[in-house]
């Protein structure tokens, strides 16, 4: 256990010095601020690292994190983020990626208790019930889990734009793009689900919130 722990340091020297050997100045560079155009909202698991998997380098994409890529309205620590890229990073481009065989999506479909993580499936437990007849019609399992996991993308860019801090964005005429992707372990690629909004004109009324500001 300790040689397992002690690796990843050993691997940090490694990686700072083959960083110096291509560029001296990477680190006074990096550490002179962030100014990255895409927030990612990825799944917490361990095989979608947002930078490797897109091709980009630290400080190009601000990110976060959680079990099945969601975006729950009471979770102030996604909102506590996408806050920061918002108004203060500027970003350009909000990216919800899921991915195929996604364990929290696969786990919501059925029916076993897990712990507290029940009350966080719960959330795509919902998106099931809102599609149950389209997902109910498709008899192969595994094909149930990946459109499973694509509606959930598609709820989750739907939540997005749902919250004041992107309807206010668009408000204020800040350019603000949310797209919905999902990933497949297979073969590495991503897909794209077009599913991209840029304003708040495809929302149910009932969901657009006047700013008291304008």
Not at 60 to 86: C, G, K, P, Q, T
Not at 155 to 182: C, F, M, Y
Request: charged letters at 25%; hydrophobic letters at 35%.
């Amino acid at each position: 256990m300790e040689k397992s722990y002690a690796r990843l340091l050993e691997n940090n020297k490694n990686w700072v010095k083959k960083k110096l050997e291509l560029d001296p100045d990477y680190f006074n560079n990096l550490s002179g601020g962030q100014n990255p155009e895409y927030l990612w909202i990825g799944c917490s698991d361990s095989r979608v690292p947002a930078n490797q998997i897109t091709g980009t380098q630290p400080g190009e994409i601000f990110v976060h994190r959680n079990i099945a890529n969601m975006v729950v309205h009471s979770d102030m620590n996604m909102l506590s983020v996408l806050s920061y890229a918002v108004d203060v990073l500027k970003v350009k481009h909000i990216i919800v990626c899921g991915h195929y065989g996604c364990g929290g999506v696969l786990a919501a479909m059925g029916n076993k208790q897990f712990g507290l993580i029940d009350n966080w499936l719960r959330h795509i437990k919902d998106v099931y019930r809102l599609y149950e007849k389209h997902l109910d019609a498709i008899e192969n399992e595994e094909e149930r889990g990946r459109r499973l996991v694509e509606l959930n993308v598609i709820e989750q860019v739907g939540d997005l734009s749902k919250t004041t801090i992107v309807q206010n964005a668009w408000e204020r005429n800040q350019p603000l793009h949310v797209h919905g992707w999902v990933y497949d372990l297979h073969d590495g690629i991503i897909k794209d689900l077009n599913v991209s909004l840029t304003g708040s004109s495809s929302l149910h009324n009932v969901y657009k919130l006047d700013n008291p500001k304008s």
